[in-house]
């Protein structure tokens, strides 16, 4: 059974920085792809970026502030979130799927069945 936790949530002020963590038991696959999403309050989630053997994929909005990066020996994603704005604040979430998938289908939720609990992100003055 795959689990996914995430971590590394927390209370910031705008400019500031954080390191997000998800730490996956279960996957066995050598191909697959990781994704981070968020959801702020009233919205529906979206993606924010993915990573797996071949890419990586940033949404518009977060493209040069945000890093996923992945440690295929902890089996554990990471997304660093820098230049944080109030914008960013949200319910962040990781999830997996088996295989590659590339481009911007990579951060659309309905390609994952694997999701963390989510960790909170508060960006706030």
């Known amino acids: 059974q795959v689990q996914l936790v995430e971590s590394g949530g927390a209370v910031v002020q705008p400019g500031g920085s954080l390191r997000l963590s998800c730490a996956a038991s279960?996957?066995?696959?050598?191909?697959?792809?990781s994704g981070w999403f968020r959801q702020a309050p009233g919205k529906e989630r979206e993606g924010v970026s993915c990573i797996n053997n071949l890419a990586t994929y940033y949404v518009d909005g977060v493209k040069g502030r945000f890093t996923i990066s992945r440690d295929n020996t902890k089996n554990t994603v990471y997304l660093q979130v820098n230049s944080l704005k109030p914008e960013d604040t949200a319910v962040y979430y990781c999830a997996g799927l088996r295989g590659i998938v590339l481009g911007s289908r990579c951060v659309s939720p309905d390609k994952y069945d694997n999701w963390g609990q989510g960790t909170q992100v508060t960006v706030s003055s």
């Open positions: 279960g996957f066995t696959e050598k191909y697959y792809t």
